[in-house]
């Protein structure tokens, strides 16, 4: 369901910083190896619904905007 592809997005990037956030408050090494494996997680498990929402029907005025995110999903994971 797109919907559900779409609402996946945000949280596996919202996940992600707050993960990694918590490994640098606790800098602990055990800590800091699980929240890097779950941000990993929660980054794949957002590129995985984006890259299936993107395979989904899109009209023409979806088509526009989610050009525009994936060049911002991109341009986010290079810069950091």
Same mark, same amino acid.
């Given at each position: 369901? &797109?919907?559900?592809?779409?609402?996946?997005? &945000?949280?596996?990037?919202?996940?992600?910083?707050?993960?990694?956030?918590?490994?640098?408050?606790?800098?602990?090494?055990?800590?800091?190896?699980?929240?890097?494996?779950?941000?990993? %997680?929660?980054?794949?498990?957002?590129?995985?619904?984006?890259?299936?929402?993107?395979?989904?029907?899109?009209? &023409?005025?979806?088509?526009?905007? %989610?050009?525009?995110?994936?060049?911002?999903?991109? %341009?986010?994971?290079?810069?950091?």
């Amino acid at each position: 369901v &797109p919907l559900g592809d779409l609402a996946d997005v &945000p949280y596996g990037m919202n996940r992600t910083r707050v993960v990694l956030m918590d490994a640098l408050l606790n800098q602990d090494s055990t800590t800091v190896k699980k929240r890097v494996a779950q941000a990993e %997680a929660a980054r794949e498990r957002a590129r995985k619904a984006w890259k299936h929402y993107l395979g989904t029907y899109l009209t &023409p005025e979806e088509k526009v905007l %989610a050009d525009k995110l994936d060049q911002a999903i991109g %341009a986010l994971e290079r810069q950091g």
